[in-house]
């Protein structure tokens, strides 16, 4: 039987703001030594995990029958024709420092497709969302992605990597270009929240490496559904798995994705 997915998105919706509300009710309690580190810049805390734990009780209930990619691993990943990709907390390195922009990210993929795509901004209450066919919403009202022309009056937004360096120098070099040639670049700490103000229209664009698939599968979706378009650095479908990507309005798309490529056509 195939699932409906707009109740389905609506239900994941409910599921996500009962889980924010958690999130919401831990952020002045929690303390330094319960702070665990996964690796260099890289934190976890109980909240994630109780906060993932919510979500995938939740999702069980919707479809039993689906599969789990987690980014703190409460659950077995078992492949399935339906897979749940879910960052319970993106940002996490905000929340610990009590830095009002943190998300939470959860897409439904089927065989090699997202078809349904919510992100929750915890602190400003703001819901962003799509399923397959639909547009996509902010708290109940339709969004699109900006209408921009020129990548020289846009404003970016990107992130830093964690751990893999091996082209920062490349993306420095990008950085820098952009600071000079654009009205700006923000880094917000979330790409969840990143990808959905792309899509909202508050951002042109979003460019980042070194990202994982809980951080973008949502996220993704949402900007295209918004009327966007989203590659990796080659220009390629290769966004979700893939640990790069440039997401943006169409209009200055190409000229945005030609200036990355020539800065990184050493490293592609």
Known sequence: MTPNLEQITKEV??????TGQFIRTELN???????????THDFVTYVD????KQIVDGLLKLLPDAGF????????????????????????????????????S????????????????VNLDECFYAWEGSKAYLNGNEIRVSSTTLLKDSL???????????????????FTWCLHNTHGVRRLGSAAADLAYVACGRFDAFFEYGLNAWDVAAGVFIVQQAGGKVTDFKGGNDYIFGGEL????????????????????QEL
């Open 156 to 174: 970016l937004a990107t992130g830093f990597p964690y751990h893999d360096y091996s082209k920062l120098g490349k993306y420095l070099e990008l």
């Open 13 to 18: 919706i409910e599921i996500a703001k009962q």
């Open 69 to 104: 990619i987690t980014e703190e691993k409460t659950i077995a990943t078992e492949q399935k024709e339906y897979m749940w990709i879910i960052d319970p907390l993106d940002g996490t390195t905000n929340f610990i420092h009590g830095i009002p922009c943190f998300s939470i």
């Open 106 to 121: 959860i897409a439904l993929m089927r065989g090699a497709d997202v078809v349904s795509g919510v992100i929750y901004e």
């Open 246 to 265: 440039i997401a943006g309005n169409n209009n200055m798309f190409d000229e945005f994705l030609d200036k990355t490529m020539d800065s990184f056509k």
């Open 49 to 52: 995990k109780a906060a993932e």
């Open 29 to 39: 309690i929690i303390k330094a030594e319960q702070v665990e580190s996964k690796g």
